[in-house]
């Protein structure tokens, strides 16, 4: 049986990954949180990786508090640009095929058209140069690898936007949304079971038949901040009043960042669903806890 190490495990998508786990599968997982697993410290990485015999490696952990990246810096880059190359190499000696989650923030050029794998990067803020770095070395470093950019994660638990509106509108707050942002909201739930699928496929074939590379995974759809928020709202009527707002002056984040599924589709051929199919699945969730 294969072993998987999944970093981060304790972050939103960690904890999706190991609700999503396959019952039926023939993996063994190893969920280690940050506490358990450093992925700044590569001599711990190389341990764990000979103590378990890691075939696979879903790197989830990075430094995410977009704000406090213009601060701490250093320790933005340690964690998103040095520890992804620290597991890049290491998934290279001991032949690992390596799963590195990435941002639209890598973007900041409005191109007006959705962005594709190969487009230049041009990052806006001090997250997003930390991402674009970890990717380079995880391209330059690993030899089986997937950099799987996504946008907007949201879920039923945790720290999000989903779980943040729902707090406000309980709380029967006034809100003002930002509506010149235009992304694709993700259900963080489909990219797990959809990196699942991948990692099924590649165990049945080989790394060799599904290219090496970047792929964009987000829900289907378009929307702005506000769209995402009054979809969400629509769950609480008359509880709260929604405005929209322009987000000048804020930390610069990209405008229009839709990432373009072309390619992820074609090389894994995995059904995405649209993003308010998803969050009407999110918000039943939700109301069943």
Same mark, same amino acid.
């Given at each position: 049986? &294969?072993?998987?190490?999944?970093? *981060?495990?304790?972050?939103?998508?960690?904890? +999706?990954?190991?609700?999503?786990?396959?019952?039926?599968?023939? @993996? !063994?997982?190893?969920?280690?949180?940050?506490?358990?697993?450093?992925?700044?410290?590569?001599?711990?990485?190389?341990?764990?990786?000979?103590?378990?015999?890691?075939?696979?490696?879903?790197?989830?952990?990075?430094?995410?508090?977009?704000?406090?990246? $213009?601060?701490?810096? +250093?320790?933005?880059?340690?964690?998103?640009?040095?520890?992804?190359?620290?597991?890049?190499?290491?998934?290279?000696?001991?032949?690992?095929?390596?799963?590195?989650?990435?941002?639209?923030?890598?973007?900041?050029?409005?191109?007006?058209?959705?962005?594709?794998?190969?487009?230049?990067?041009?990052?806006?803020?001090?997250? *997003?140069?930390?991402?674009?770095?970890? $990717?380079?070395?995880?391209? +330059?470093?690993?030899?089986?690898?997937?950099?799987?950019?996504?946008?907007?994660?949201? *879920?039923?638990?945790?720290?999000?936007?989903?779980?943040?509106? !729902?707090?406000?509108?309980?709380?029967?707050?006034?809100?003002?949304?930002?509506?010149?942002?235009?992304? &694709?909201?993700?259900?963080?739930?489909?990219?797990?079971?959809?990196?699942?699928?991948?990692?099924?496929?590649?165990?049945?074939?080989?790394?060799?038949?599904?290219?090496?590379?970047?792929?964009?995974?987000?829900?289907?759809?378009?929307?702005?901040?506000?769209?995402?928020?009054?979809?969400?709202?629509?769950? @609480?009527?008359?509880?709260?009043?929604?405005?929209?707002?322009?987000?000048?002056?804020?930390?610069?984040?990209?405008?229009?960042? !839709?990432?373009?599924? &072309?390619? @992820?589709?074609?090389?894994?051929?995995?059904?995405?669903?649209?993003?308010?199919?998803?969050?009407?699945?999110?918000?039943?969730?939700?109301?069943?806890?």
């Amino acid at each position: 049986m &294969s072993v998987i190490l999944i970093t *981060g495990a304790q972050g939103q998508l960690g904890i +999706a990954l190991q609700a999503t786990f396959p019952a039926h599968s023939l @993996f !063994v997982p190893l969920f280690y949180s940050k506490s358990m697993l450093d992925i700044t410290d590569a001599d711990q990485i190389e341990s764990c990786i000979k103590a378990h015999g890691v075939k696979y490696i879903i790197n989830c952990a990075a430094y995410t508090n977009v704000r406090l990246a $213009e601060q701490e810096v +250093a320790t933005c880059f340690q964690v998103n640009r040095i520890g992804a190359g620290y597991l890049a190499a290491l998934a290279a000696k001991y032949h690992i095929v390596l799963f590195h989650l990435s941002t639209d923030y890598v973007f900041g050029t409005n191109t007006g058209r959705p962005l594709e794998p190969n487009d230049p990067t041009d990052p806006l803020n001090q997250y *997003g140069r930390s991402k674009r770095d970890g $990717e380079a070395l995880v391209a +330059a470093r690993a030899t089986h690898f997937y950099i799987i950019r996504t946008a907007w994660l949201y *879920g039923e638990k945790g720290h999000n936007f989903f779980t943040k509106m !729902v707090a406000l509108a309980q709380k029967g707050s006034a809100i003002q949304m930002v509506d010149d942002q235009i992304s &694709s909201p993700t259900y963080v739930y489909d990219l797990a079971t959809a990196i699942w699928q991948i990692i099924e496929k590649i165990a049945k074939n080989s790394p060799a038949y599904y290219p090496s590379g970047i792929y964009h995974y987000t829900n289907e759809g378009v929307a702005s901040w506000y769209d995402f928020a009054y979809a969400i709202l629509t769950a @609480f009527p008359n509880s709260c009043s929604l405005t929209p707002r322009s987000s000048f002056m804020e930390l610069q984040r990209p405008y229009y960042s !839709v990432l373009s599924k &072309s390619s @992820f589709r074609q090389v894994f051929q995995i059904n995405i669903p649209h993003w308010q199919h998803s969050l009407s699945r999110c918000l039943k969730r939700w109301q069943s806890q």
